[in-house]
């Protein structure tokens, strides 16, 4: 097999970025399939693997916490379009509930494992953080996938993995500071920003408002502030006086 100087160095980057699942569950079985294809590499080559491995790294913030065990059934269930049950524990719920969903996709969302399927239960599609799944179990109960179901039309209107259903014209006022860095990113298809002369700019998003959306925006602490609508302005401003509070 032929591999060009590009494909092995995406390669190699597809490699790193594996990484950070090393001593997680997932570590020996992505490490198996690398040697793999590692094995399917010519014998002669000019290009240097090490010293492409010296030079391409990832550091994400905190590996997805997930058992690759559950991964497998989950996955497995997909694939053939079948039922499964699984107990799923929020992080406010200190039992847990029994779950019998049908999995339409599996998507790694900002570094986070999440099932999405439709929740026989509750009658609707909902979204699952693996790490709070537990006990699943294929029913062996075929089911039809929906053709038009696409996560990219279903989290159109997100900021990142929750699911919104209205959109609202979301306008924050980032410091120089702050504008620099988020304009580095493309954080949302709908995001614009305007700069100002001192450097500032003003972020205007179309999204749903959703914990994740509020989450970034108080990551930024006092290099952000919410200019509009009016309902997130306060919770944001309500947030950011208990955070104070801790402090005083």
């Known amino acids: 097999v032929a591999l060009t100087e590009g494909e092995i160095v995406a390669l190699l980057v597809a490699h790193r970025a594996a990484e950070q ?3 997680t569950p997932f570590e020996k079985a992505l490490r198996s399939a690398f040697n793999r294809l590692i094995e399917g590499l010519p014998s002669k080559t000019e290009i240097s693997l090490k010293d492409l491995s010296d030079a391409v790294s990832f550091r994400p913030p905190g590996p997805p916490a997930a058992d690759l065990e559950s991964f497998q059934t989950l996955s497995n269930a997909l694939l053939a379009s079948q039922e499964i049950s699984f107990l799923y524990k929020k992080p406010d719920d200190g039992a847990g509930n029994e779950r019998r969903v049908e999995p339409y996709h599996l998507g790694c969302i900002g570094g986070i494992w999440y099932l999405i399927g439709f929740d026989l239960g509750r009658n609707a599609v909902r ?23 696409s996560l990219d039309d279903m989290l159109s209107e997100s900021f990142s993995a929750f699911e919104t259903h209205t959109a609202q014209q979301v306008r924050i006022l980032l410091d120089p500071l702050a504008a620099s860095l988020t304009k580095e990113r493309k954080w949302h298809p709908s995001q614009k920003m305007t700069f100002r002369k001192d450097g500032s700019a003003e972020l205007s998003l179309k999204v ?41």
């Open 127 to 149: 979204t699952f953080a693996l790490s709070r799944i537990s006990r699943p179990k294929n029913l062996n109960r075929r089911f039809t996938r929906p053709k038009g179901f």
């Open 208 to 248: 749903g408002l959703a914990p994740d959306l509020e989450a970034w925006i108080m990551a930024w602490g006092p290099r952000a502030k919410v200019l509009a609508p009016a309902s997130l302005k306060s919770r944001i401003g309500a947030a950011m006086k208990r955070a104070a509070m801790q402090y005083s």
């Open 21 to 23: 699942y090393r001593g």
